[in-house]
């Protein structure tokens, strides 16, 4: 099925390529002589009008053969026709057939993404699910739970209207309405504007606006780090998942911890899961055990009434042996508080902001710098109801992945339980999907544009070398079968990617590329006047040994990437 997967979608990409060549062509009445997908021996072909259509054997590409389109000779030419070749008509009619190839190859993602908006028919709340600390959320006094209701000038209803303005607002202060048990608040927040470089060759970079919340909430997998706290006296042990306080059932922690902030001092019956260790010895197998206890809350020393639980993500459910973790003296059972001095609450945050780090050191280095990252941070972390201090240097190695590209792994060393849940999503109508859609194929594709244009910018500043990122047909075979094994959504994703990639491609100003053409079309009006048969000659020889070059090390990469494969199935 992986070649299938492979031909269907070389064959789409390919056939979208040419249809803009060719609609653009028909437009402006250049005579089409033969739309073909595939090279070499014809395998199937019909004549319609005056357009031959064929389907060759080798599905590496396609082409378009357009009346006068490499030729110089008006004699080869009948004269009746001699105003419906490309060479005469005038050059913004060319450069706009020429460009409707990757332009084309660039509205499909559009398409696609479109299409995916619109099989969305539910959308999550403008709910917030976490604060951030020391945030313009927390400033405003927004709190998990609370629906967004109004930002600036917009009504917000759905969590991507909420992005959306605060992704386009940085440094913009914002009135912000939300409503919190049946009341309306209002405060002006301003997004702060951050950068987020979630690899290390900088490719993967946004810059946006952020105001410190998050969709997703905390379940209610808690933890008892107070020995003396009343929820370890009354029983509760760290990562039992509470389930049902007074016979009404929760699943969000914010809904445990206002059930008891609320109890007025008045006992609370908790029924809660407890991960229970099977005794086998084959593997760590783990049963959910019921546990059900009592507790009366107490007024802490704010004033509100708490029995000692936390949120159990910061707390580590597992230190590995010799691993950075562990040399930092850091335990299972240790919950996270701070990272370089700022609180935490999201271990999600906690990790992006720890490989952000990184990312940038290893992005601000030297081009054919090898020597290793050493990034090193601050940890506080509580133990027994006590605060401790530590330094965490997590390990740096680079090595290269299968595609033949290098990556960098960090380790640490330390796990949790992950234990987040998301609002309950709302009907999301048909009429708001379709503005939704648009602006997500857009917003998606350009986003696919940008990162190959920062990775041309890595690879003339040296940090990528331009080599290793050449992949042939069977690297296109292999992303199109395992997308296609995945699932339609994956295979149309995919798709999208890699017409995106072929568009800008052929954009480049390289012969015989239709970013070349351009390029020749553009010399020929700075010189008001045809370029010479030997100019146009030379260029094409040029093209053509770039176009080998590049098909060889193609192959070169692909043979590379394969050759364990390749060598068991030869012996």
């Known amino acids: 099925?992986?070649?299938?997967?492979?031909?269907?979608?070389?064959?789409?990409?390919?056939?979208?390529?040419?249809?803009?060549?060719?609609?653009?062509?028909?437009?402006?009445?250049?005579?089409?002589?033969?739309?073909?997908?595939?090279?070499?021996?014809?395998?199937?072909?019909?004549?319609?009008?005056?357009?031959?259509?064929?389907?060759c054997a080798l599905p590496l590409g396609g082409?378009?053969?357009?009346?006068?389109?490499?030729?110089?000779?008006?004699?080869?030419?009948?004269?009746?026709?001699?105003?419906?070749?490309?060479?005469?008509?005038?050059?913004?009619?060319?450069?706009?057939?020429?460009?409707?190839?990757?332009?084309?190859?660039?509205?499909?993602?559009?398409?696609?993404?479109?299409?995916?908006?619109?099989?969305?028919?539910?959308?999550?709340?403008?709910?917030?699910?976490?604060?951030?600390?020391?945030?313009?959320?927390?400033?405003?006094?927004?709190?998990?739970?609370?629906?967004?209701?109004?930002?600036?000038?917009?009504?917000?209803?759905?969590?991507?209207?909420?992005?959306?303005?605060?992704?386009?607002?940085?440094?913009?202060?914002?009135?912000?309405?939300?409503?919190?048990?049946?009341?309306?608040?209002?405060?002006?927040?301003?997004?702060?504007?951050?950068?987020?470089?979630?690899?290390?060759?900088?490719?993967?970079?946004?810059?946006?606006?952020?105001?410190?919340?998050?969709?997703?909430?905390?379940?209610p997998t808690v933890a008892v780090t107070n020995p003396d706290s009343l929820a370890a006296k009354a029983g509760l042990h760290t990562f039992d998942r509470i389930i049902e306080i007074n016979g009404t059932t929760v699943d969000r922690f914010d809904a445990v911890a206002r059930t008891i902030r609320t109890s007025e001092g008045k006992e609370l019956k908790l029924t809660a899961l407890r991960p229970t260790k099977l005794g086998v010895d084959y593997g760590d197998l783990f049963t959910q055990k019921v546990v059900k206890l009592s507790v009366t809350p107490q007024k802490n020393q704010d004033g509100v009434f708490d029995i000692g639980l936390t949120r159990a993500e910061l707390v580590l459910s597992e230190v590995e042996k010799d691993s950075p973790a562990s040399e930092s003296g850091l335990k299972a059972g240790d919950r996270i508080t701070r990272l370089n001095g700022t609180p935490q609450r999201s271990w999600f945050i906690l990790r992006r902001t720890i490989?952000?780090?990184?990312?940038?050191?290893?992005?601000?280095?030297?081009?054919?710098?090898?020597?290793?990252?050493?990034?090193?941070?601050?940890?506080?972390?509580?133990?027994?109801?006590?605060?401790?201090?530590?330094?965490?240097?997590?390990?740096?190695?680079?090595?290269?992945?299968?595609?033949?590209?290098?990556?960098?792994?960090?380790?640490?060393?330390?796990?949790?339980?992950?234990?987040?849940?998301?609002?309950?999503?709302?009907?999301?109508?048909?009429?708001?999907?379709?503005?939704?859609?648009?602006?997500?194929?857009?917003?998606?594709?350009?986003?696919?544009?940008?990162?190959?244009?920062?990775?041309?910018?890595?690879?003339?500043?040296?940090?990528?070398?331009?080599?290793?990122?050449?992949?042939?047909?069977?690297l296109v075979g292999e992303l199109a079968a395992r997308a296609g094994e995945a699932g339609i959504a994956s295979f149309l994703w995919t798709m999208a990617l890699l017409s995106i990639n072929i568009g800008v491609f052929n954009l480049l100003p390289i012969p015989l590329l239709d970013g070349g053409r351009l390029m020749l079309f553009a010399a020929e009006a700075i010189k008001r006047g045809p370029l010479s048969f030997r100019t146009r000659q030379i260029t094409s020889y040029i093209g053509f040994v770039f176009i080998i070059m590049l098909m060889i090390l193609a192959f070169k990469n692909d043979i590379e990437r394969n050759w364990d494969r390749i060598v068991d199935l030869l012996f």
Not at 23 to 42: M, T
Not at 147 to 153: A, E, F, V
Not at 156 to 179: G, N
């Open 63 to 219: 082409y378009v053969l357009m009346l006068g389109g490499d030729l110089d000779e008006a004699e080869a030419i009948p004269e009746e026709d001699l105003p419906r070749t490309l060479l005469a008509k005038p050059i913004w009619q060319r450069s706009l057939v020429i460009l409707a190839g990757p332009a084309f190859n660039i509205f499909l993602p559009i398409l696609v993404f479109f299409f995916f908006g619109l099989t969305q028919t539910t959308a999550p709340p403008a709910m917030v699910g976490e604060v951030l600390a020391d945030t313009p959320a927390e400033q405003a006094g927004l709190q998990a739970g609370d629906r967004i209701t109004k930002l600036g000038d917009d009504e917000i209803k759905y969590w991507h209207d909420l992005l959306e303005v605060v992704s386009a607002s940085p440094d913009k202060p914002l009135d912000m309405t939300w409503e919190r048990d049946g009341k309306s608040f209002t405060a002006t927040i301003t997004p702060q504007s951050r950068t987020e470089t979630q690899d290390a060759i900088g490719i993967l970079q946004t810059t946006r606006g952020q105001v410190g919340v998050l969709l997703d909430t905390h379940g």
């Open 355 to 474: 490989q952000q780090s990184i990312n940038e050191k290893l992005l601000a280095r030297e081009a054919g710098d090898n020597e290793p990252v050493t990034e090193t941070f601050d940890i506080e972390y509580e133990r027994d109801g006590k605060l401790y201090t530590t330094t965490l240097t997590p390990k740096v190695t680079k090595y290269t992945d299968e595609y033949q590209q290098e990556r960098y792994k960090r380790e640490i060393g330390w796990e949790t339980i992950y234990d987040t849940v998301k609002p309950d999503p709302i009907p999301f109508p048909f009429g708001d999907r379709i503005v939704y859609s648009a602006k997500l194929g857009i917003d998606k594709t350009w986003d696919g544009v940008s990162m190959i244009g920062r990775l041309f910018q890595r690879i003339i500043e040296g940090k990528i070398s331009f080599s290793k990122q050449v992949g042939g047909p069977i």
């Open 1 to 55: 099925m992986g070649f299938v997967y492979f031909v269907i979608m070389i064959g789409v990409l390919v056939f979208v390529h040419e249809l803009g060549h060719f609609l653009v062509a028909k437009a402006f009445d250049v005579k089409v002589l033969r739309f073909s997908i595939g090279f070499g021996p014809k395998i199937f072909g019909y004549t319609y009008g005056e357009t031959e259509y064929a389907l």
